[in-house]
């Protein structure tokens, strides 16, 4: 492997950053949501079906794609089939990884904003659910602010990106994760000390089939996929930087164990908070904005409560853009043979002009959006876009490419590469199966399903 490309320095180091990939908004803002509107319970268990049964091969696949060619996705693609048009799968990630930097840095500079608020005591006026709205609004119509805290963020994501793999990702990453969990851990239990927080555990653990129907199955795949960071290539990517020596099987496990265990911590914190101030579980994208200041501001301790909250989002939020970027620069710096400086400068800055109209969406600039938060503007097109269509695509080319043309052979191989003994083997009936049929096909009735009824999240 070259050295100038960089890599981890070990398997923790790897693991926790491709677990700071993986563990994000999604986590934490849209995971809650997605249990509230799919009836609680119910759709914690299909998520974990999916996690297991989807999630966790697909993660697999691209972790081995990417360390056995150490290449960015395009690269990776070209390099197991020259000459095909395999490496436009490749191209379809990177492009899918820039156009959700450019949205997700928005939603995650509005947690900068709110941490701000938490700070300076701007979140006190949010006591009910009318006057909560307003400081929102006051946020996301603000074209400045939302500009402003939008490029804060994509500068922090350039400052970590361009000092490198070992030096940049894998040190920040290693500080945040741990603190991360440190934060879900003291809220989880700030939560459950809660009156009436049964009432919210009894929600998120007791499975309430009525609830379901198709729908809320098909979110539960997109969910999986959107959460665990695959279909476009940020796993092929950052696979590309594990030595040889190590367990890539182990560390794939652990990455999407560890990504669903902070979203059921996520719902510890959340779903008894809900519960005691007695609002609406299915209160969607706006929970956590509109939702939460209102029962911090209810709770004993509640300021102190909203500022480790939004420092924990943050974070989230950041780790996740950290990778998001990664994947443009590698394309660049393996491809086009661009410094790693200036590649995450460069794409840093052209993130930001496609992020404007995102910020300027949601209620700056009117034919942006429809004014209606997250129901038909510039910022909630590209979420759906690029963060349901475009991965679900990636996702089921990913699995034919490694199952048909790859060979699942190959896969076992580069997983049990720097196998430490003890840990059993991946059974390759059984992944092959899961990767060549299930996978794909499942991927594809989402897909449709997503199209034919409009529904996204
Ligand atoms: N998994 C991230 C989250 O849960 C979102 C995401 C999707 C992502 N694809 C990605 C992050 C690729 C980094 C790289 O918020």
């Given at each position: 492997m070259t050295t100038t490309r960089g890599e981890f320095s070990g398997n923790l180091g790897f693991i926790l950053a491709a677990a700071g990939s993986a563990i994000g908004l999604g986590n934490i803002w849209r995971f809650p949501y997605a249990v509230g509107e799919g009836g609680g319970g119910a759709f914690v268990l299909i998520y974990l079906a999916f996690v297991l049964g989807i999630g966790l091969p697909v993660m697999l696949t691209e972790l081995a794609v990417g360390r056995t060619t150490g290449r960015n996705p395009v690269g990776a693609l070209r390099q197991l089939a020259p000459n095909t048009p395999w490496r436009l799968v490749g191209s379809l990630g990177v492009v899918t990884g820039f156009a959700i930097l450019a949205f997700y840095s928005v939603v995650a500079g509005w947690m900068l904003g709110y941490l701000g608020k938490a700070l300076t005591g701007?979140?006190?006026?949010?006591?009910?659910a009318e006057s909560s709205q307003l400081v929102f609004e006051s946020l996301v119509e603000n074209p400045w602010m939302g500009l402003l805290l939008a490029g804060i963020f994509i500068a922090l994501t350039v400052f970590v990106v361009r000092?490198?793999?070992?030096?940049?990702i894998e040190r920040i990453t290693t500080i945040l994760m741990p603190v991360l969990l440190l934060l879900l851990v003291v809220l989880a239990v700030r939560s459950l000390f809660l009156p009436n927080a049964g009432a919210g555990l009894a929600y998120l653990f007791k499975p309430d089939f009525a609830a379901v129907n198709f729908t809320v199955v098909m979110q539960a795949l997109g969910q999986a996929l959107f959460s665990l960071s695959l279909g476009m290539g940020a796993m092929i990517t950052y696979g590309s930087y594990v030595q040889r020596t190590q367990n890539l099987w182990k560390a794939g496990i652990s990455v999407a164990m560890f990504d669903t265990f902070i979203a059921i911590l996520a719902g510890l914190v959340i779903f008894p908070a809900l519960f005691y101030a007695n609002a609406d579980p299915s209160g969607g994208p706006g929970l956590v904005f509109v939702v939460l200041p209102t029962i911090f501001n209810s709770m004993p301790a509640g300021s102190i409560v909203a500022i480790l909250f939004f420092v924990l989002m943050t974070i989230a939020a950041l780790t996740s853009t950290i990778a998001l970027l990664e994947v443009v620069v590698a394309y660049f710096v393996d491809e086009k043979g661009w410094t790693r400086g200036m590649a995450s400068m460069v794409i840093g800055a052209a993130c930001f002009v496609l992020a404007v109209p995102s910020a300027l969406s949601t209620g700056a600039v009117s034919w942006l959006g429809t004014g209606g938060l997250f129901q038909w503007d510039f910022l909630s097109l590209n979420n759906n876009i690029w963060g349901n269509y475009s991965l679900s695509i990636g996702a089921i080319l990913i699995c034919i490419f490694a199952g048909w043309q790859w060979g699942i052979p190959k896969l076992v191989e580069s997983l049990s590469e720097g196998r430490d003994g003890g840990f059993p083997l991946p059974a390759p009936t059984m992944l092959g199966f899961l990767v060549k049929v299930i996978c794909p096909i499942a991927v594809l009735i989402a897909l449709f399903f997503i199209i034919l009824t409009g529904n996204y999240f």
């Open positions: 701007g979140l006190s006026s949010a006591v009910d000092r490198g793999i070992s030096g940049g």
